[in-house]
Nanobody, 115 residues
Framework: QVQLVESGGGLVQPGGSLRLSCAASGIISSIYVMGWYRQVPGKQRELVATITGGGTTNYAGSVKGRFTISRGNAKNTLYLQMNSLKPEDTAVYYC?????????WGQGTQVTVSS
């Protein structure tokens, strides 16, 4: 099992930046892929970005060029650097890990982009 805890959300003005972090604990070696997803009330959770164990990244079209996903050297921390934030980026952001036997989710962190 893998446990995930997000941090770093908050209120930021349009055009600003935030860095989200996700601390993973448990059987880290069982993680295949980690990623960030986001959800707004009344809508389905959507993919933001993923990164494989080998470092291959994938981004949603709406964030490509503005967001960067990365993992710490110890592979137990996941980051999402968010630049040039827009009001439509407002959502609860969730950390995700695909592991042997299933998927783990964090509790989410709120990101609000507003002036």
């Amino acid at each position: 099992q893998v446990q995930l805890v997000e941090s770093g959300g908050g209120l930021v003005q349009p055009g600003g930046s935030l860095r989200l972090s996700c601390a993973a604990s448990g059987i880290i070696s069982s993680i295949y892929v980690m990623g960030w997803y986001r959800q707004v009330p009344g809508k389905q959770r959507e993919l933001v970005a993923t990164i494989t164990g080998g470092g291959t990244t994938n981004y949603a079209g709406s964030v490509k060029g503005r967001f960067t996903i990365s993992r710490g050297n110890a592979k137990n921390t996941l980051y999402l650097q968010m630049n040039s934030l827009k009001p439509e980026d407002t959502a609860v952001y969730y950390c995700n890990a695909v592991v042997v036997g299933g998927t783990s989710w964090g509790q989410g962190t709120q990101v609000t982009v507003s002036s």
